[in-house]
């Protein structure tokens, strides 16, 4: 474990700005304004390595000269605080922990990318979250960090918070976009990409929490240092929220490079009530499965690529020898039912399938086809569904059909051993 | 105050543009009794921002946090996501169906408590959680579950 990017969170008052410039808060945004020039910015947010940790792990640096580069006197930078991944909760942890460091983050983004207007689009049901940051930004205005002419300088900036109402979907960046618009959250056709034309059509850069609350580390003590943690492909560190039959769940932060294996039994201690492990799912509910077999991963953008498995949001949820891989992947494709926008076909109608079979096959009627259905069906998502959301949908289930596939023939069969999808007997 | 006045209040307060939209459906709803969009609100709401009925319905029904079915006092959301589901979960909504005898998705006859499933609250260290209005609670057993109620009955008594 380190704490690089977490390192505020509990140690400070949140909402104290006394505290948080005693601890070094706003030396990168006053270093940026005073001493850099917004190409130098970007430049040294490029050589930082820094990948995006919403989920897409885009480059962060690359993403901010796109925007930079676009020729519009109106720019928006949006922070998406919609955190609805399952098992995702560390974005609450920076956000609740050392907000200042989160909006730091956006004004040195907005001074960079030219723009002048921020958004937190923070997710609904977090309105404890909220009222801190509605208040951390008063505060702001009050101290000269927020408004006309930032600290003196000709750079003006301003953040409005704006609340999402229960929908996993508008974490999707052209979703995020529409919600603030008014609009119900469906996400937009790609291309045009939000830098190019994204908020009331303008350049739009939309970041992470954890990204930004990168951005100032990363400014004061340079990307060469920065670079010092994590690996080759994949710098820094990650905020980990783990979730499930672990001893100590909760976030952590640690350096890229470190192993399921050292987060499930070094950090959290090993499973509960001495249980054996059965799977990890990497990313949340649209996350890939892995085996027992696989605890040896490295997390590492490059070496998860090689697998063809994603980190996602960097959420870790450990399953035990008693989840029935079958229950499990119900509830996981249930979710994806209820959230999904139902704009494109593929994603509207796979998951209702998916779960039709799945049914099926816990209550025992089915067949050999019925595997190779779910598997096109898949498959089709994967490849033809408008986002992220119904593209990834089907991610626990290939991964469970391909190292759980003989509980899938198990229940064909008519039982299941573990007894927790409710068809324990023969 | 009447219920016009309170609406347009809210309207004002944040301001009258069309992408406000959201904003005010939810802080409407929170000031309303029963936790819901009623179709006066909804009227009010599209007259004044000049958006359709038919869109801001289309808005108010989108999102899962928005009702327009009358709620009860305490809203009780219960996450059925997999590391919730998964670690007692369905007990969870096992017990909160016997106890209040109503069926998720239901409001108990006294308006007291409805019960509704909601996806990760971001509670996920201290699964099996809820959220009871703005409250999470977590690590949740069948006796935790029934003291809580008796809790909250009380309250309501005061
Ligand atoms: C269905 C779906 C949900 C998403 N939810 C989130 C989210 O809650 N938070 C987030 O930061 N990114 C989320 N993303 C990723 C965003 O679209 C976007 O890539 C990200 O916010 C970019 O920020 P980053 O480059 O800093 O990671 C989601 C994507 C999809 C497809
Ligand atoms: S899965 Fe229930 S709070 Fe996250």
């Known amino acids: 474990m380190i704490n690089l990017i977490s390192r505020l969170c509990g140690k400070i008052s949140p909402l104290s700005i006394k505290d948080y410039k005693n601890n070094k808060g706003f030396k990168a945004l006053e270093k940026v304004l005073f001493k850099m020039e917004p190409e130098n910015v970007i430049d040294e947010v490029k050589n930082s390595n820094l990948r995006g940790r919403g989920g897409a792990a885009f480059p962060t640096g690359l993403k901010w000269s796109f925007v930079a580069s676009e020729k519009n006197e109106c720019k928006y930078v949006i922070c998406n605080a919609d955190e609805g991944e399952p098992g995702t909760f560390k974005d609450k942890i920076l956000l609740d922990g050392c907000p200042f460091q989160v909006i730091e983050g956006m004004i040195i983004a907005g001074y960079a990318v030219g723009a002048n207007t921020g958004y937190i689009y923070i997710r609904g049901e977090y309105p404890k979250s909220r009222n801190i940051l509605t208040k951390a930004l008063d505060i702001l205005r009050n101290e000269g960090y927020l408004g006309k002419n930032i600290l003196g300088k000709e750079f003006s900036f301003d953040i409005e918070i704006r609340s999402g109402a229960g929908a996993y979907v508008c974490g999707e960046e052209t979703a995020l976009i529409e919600s603030i618009e008014g609009n119900p959250g469906r996400s937009r056709f790609k291309p045009p990409y939000p830098p190019n034309q994204g908020l009331w059509g303008r350049p739009t850069l939309v970041n992470n929490v954890e990204t930004l609350a990168n951005i100032p580390i990363i400014l004061s003590i340079g990307s060469k240092e920065y670079k010092e943690y994590g690996t080759e492909s994949s710098a820094g560190t990650k905020l980990l929220s783990v979730s499930g039959s672990v001893v100590n769940k909760g976030v952590y932060e640690v350096e890229f490079g470190i192993t399921l294996r050292e987060v499930i039994y070094d950090i959290c201690g090993g499973l509960k009530d001495n249980k054996r492990l059965k799977f990890v799912q990497l990313g949340g509910s649209s996350g890939a499965c892995l085996p027992k077999e696989m605890l040896d991963t490295k997390l590492d953008f490059d070496k998860l690529n090689e697998l063809d498995i994603g980190l996602g949001s960097g959420a870790v949820f450990v399953g035990n020898e008693d989840t029935c891989i079958l229950d499990f992947i119900k509830s996981t494709m249930e979710f994806f039912k209820h959230e999904s926008c139902g704009k494109c076909t593929p994603c509207r109608e796979g998951n209702r399938h998916i779960i039709n079979i799945i049914n099926r096959i816990i209550d025992g009627d089915g067949t050999e086809r019925d595997l190779e259905l779910l598997n096109s069906l898949a498959l089709l998502m994967k490849d033809t569904s408008l986002c992220g959301l119904g593209q990834a949908a089907p991610t626990a289930l290939i991964t469970t059909m391909k190292y759980f596939s003989e509980e899938y023939i198990e229940h064909i069969k008519g039982y299941c051993k573990t007894g927790s999808c409710g068809k324990g007997e023969f | ?158």
């Open chain 2, 1 to 158: 105050m009447d219920f016009k006045k309170k609406v347009l209040d809210i309207i004002k307060n944040k301001g009258e543009t069309s992408d406000k939209l959201l904003e005010i459906l939810l802080e409407v709803q929170n000031k309303t009794k029963g936790k819901y969009l009623s179709e006066e609100a909804l009227i009010i709401i599209s007259n004044e921002l000049k958006i359709p009925l038919s869109k801001v319905y289309g808005v108010a029904t989108f999102y899962s946090m928005i009702s327009t079915k009358k709620r009860g006092k305490y809203l009780v959301q219960i996450c059925n996501s997999s590391p919730c589901y998964l670690n007692g979960g369905k007990m969870v909504t096992k017990t909160f169906e016997k106890l209040l005898n109503i069926k998720v998705g239901e409001t108990t006859k006294d308006n007291l408590f409805t019960l509704e499933y909601t996806s990760c609250i971001g509670a996920c260290d201290i699964a099996p959680a809820i959220k009871i209005n703005d409250e999470v609670y977590g690590n949740l057993t069948p006796e935790k579950i029934k003291s809580l109620l008796n809790v909250l009955r009380k309250e309501d008594v005061k």
